[in-house]
């Protein structure tokens, strides 16, 4: 436990801790919405805020938020009106991000491949006490959303047109969501680089899926793992000397082949003794389990 001695690792684990939470709780619903891929869209384009925070000798992570919010909300209006040049103009917001960012950081003064490696796989050493307190203040404001929102949100990723037709603000409830994920790079990029960032939001629920199909166990499972692989990822590149984003992004691949192992027999186990269970030839019985499994989701 000698790393707590040194401050730069205290503020790495405070943000490991905050990014464990909030990229899985995001994440949840942008794999509900089958949109995987947008933390690494959004990564792309905040390169640009980061290249434009170095340029202007202002805050990158402030910069890249703001400009991960628009890019966001760009994103949302091409999945709206886009239709068929809508994966053309997606695939030019995401690469021109990128080189942007990457031209802003060497015009920026002091602008060097040492800033631009640290922001797009993450680094110990360099989160600041500014950065922490970003990333508690945008932290925040993720989890108040995630939760606050989730009925509302869970419906919208499950069926749009359901949740128009009950009186939901479905576009309002998209947009927010997109902008909540936008947050949630700029809260990540620190520690786990912009580029691996989609990986932290995507497969943490997708190993808790192994477990369970009922939306809140999957929510808190997928939490638990976030931050069981940031917190170890640190730790461990600390010891070991490796960059911490692709450490912790190799440690939530593990744990979900680890899981993916563990669920095969039990899900054979459990078919087995319903089967025991049930009467052949009750179609009752055969209904049982589609509503156990729907009231699961509306409860959550």
């Known amino acids: 436990m000698d790393f707590l001695n040194f401050a730069f690792m205290q503020r790495a684990l405070l943000a490991a801790v905050l990014v464990g939470i909030t990229a899985p709780a995001v994440g949840i619903y942008l794999v509900q919405r089958r949109q995987a891929l947008m933390g690494d869209g959004i990564g792309h384009v905040a390169m640009t805020g980061v290249g434009l925070g170095f340029l202007l000798s202002t805050s990158p992570v402030w910069m890249a938020t703001a400009v991960s919010v628009l890019g966001a909300v760009v994103m949302e209006l091409i999945r709206w009106y886009g239709r068929t040049r809508g994966d053309i103009a997606l695939a030019m917001l995401f690469y021109g991000g990128m080189a942007g960012g990457v031209m802003l950081i060497n015009l920026a003064p002091g602008g060097s491949n040492a800033n631009l490696m640290s922001y797009l796989f993450g680094s110990l050493s360099t989160v600041s006490e500014s950065d922490v307190t970003a990333i508690c203040l945008l932290a925040a404001f993720v989890l108040a959303v995630t939760l606050g929102l989730r009925r509302q ?25 997109a902008v909540t994920a936008a947050v949630t790079v700029t809260v990540a990029m620190r520690v786990v680089g912009l580029l691996l960032v989609s990986a932290l939001m995507v497969v943490p629920v997708a190993a808790a899926q192994q477990l369970s199909r009922s939306f809140a166990a999957t929510f808190v499972i997928a939490v638990a793992i976030g931050v069981t692989v940031t917190v170890g990822g640190t730790i461990t590149s600390y010891y070991r000397y490796v960059p911490p984003g692709a450490t912790i992004v190799l440690l939530a691949i593990a744990a979900f082949v680890a899981l993916s192992l563990l ?7 459990r078919a087995r003794a319903a089967a025991a269970r049930q009467p052949a030839g009750d179609p009752a019985e055969c209904a049982i389990p589609a509503t156990r499994g729907a009231a699961d989701e509306v409860g959550v």
Request: hydrophobic letters at 55%.
């Open 153 to 177: 949100l869970f419906a919208v990723s499950q069926d749009e047109e359901f949740a128009r037709v009950t009186g939901l603000p479905v576009r309002a409830l998209n947009l927010l969501t």
């Open 263 to 269: 669920a095969a027999p039990l899900a054979r186990r």
